[in-house]
């Protein structure tokens, strides 16, 4: 069992800028994909970003050139920059770790999200 734990989240002008901690109870090595999702009101869940073991990432289309992803195995954290925020950033931000060998998934664990807020 992995716990994840968010924290960073907060009220912010557009145009501000937040980061995300995501904090693993337990060495985050073995995780092949480490991701942020987030979820608004009346929207389904989607991915932000996310990062696989070996550094590769992976950005959603209206976030790319705004936000970051990265991960710091020694301290078990990933991190999510996020720069230029908009009001439509606003959602409930939520860690994920993903471990899997070939098609099989071997772990699925999520965090408990951190509100973001971005006024106009």
């Known amino acids: 069992q992995v716990q994840l734990v968010e924290s960073g989240g907060g009220l912010v002008q557009a145009g501000g800028s937040l980061r995300l901690s995501c904090a693993a109870s337990?060495?985050?090595?073995?995780?092949?994909?480490m991701g942020w999702y987030r979820q608004a009101p009346g929207k389904q869940r989607e991915l932000v970003a996310d990062?696989?073991?070996?550094?590769?990432?992976n950005y959603a289309v209206s976030v790319k050139g705004r936000f970051t992803i990265s991960r710091d195995n020694a301290k078990n954290t990933v991190y999510l920059q996020m720069n230029s925020l908009k009001p439509e950033d606003t959602a409930v931000y939520y860690c994920?770790?993903?471990?899997?060998?070939?098609?099989?998934?071997?772990?699925?664990?999520w965090g408990q999200g951190t509100q973001v807020t971005v006024s106009s």
């Open positions: 994920a770790a993903v471990c899997y060998t070939g098609p099989d998934v071997l772990c699925d664990y």
């Open positions: 337990r060495s985050i090595v073995s995780i092949n994909d």
């Open positions: 990062i696989y073991s070996a550094g590769r990432t």
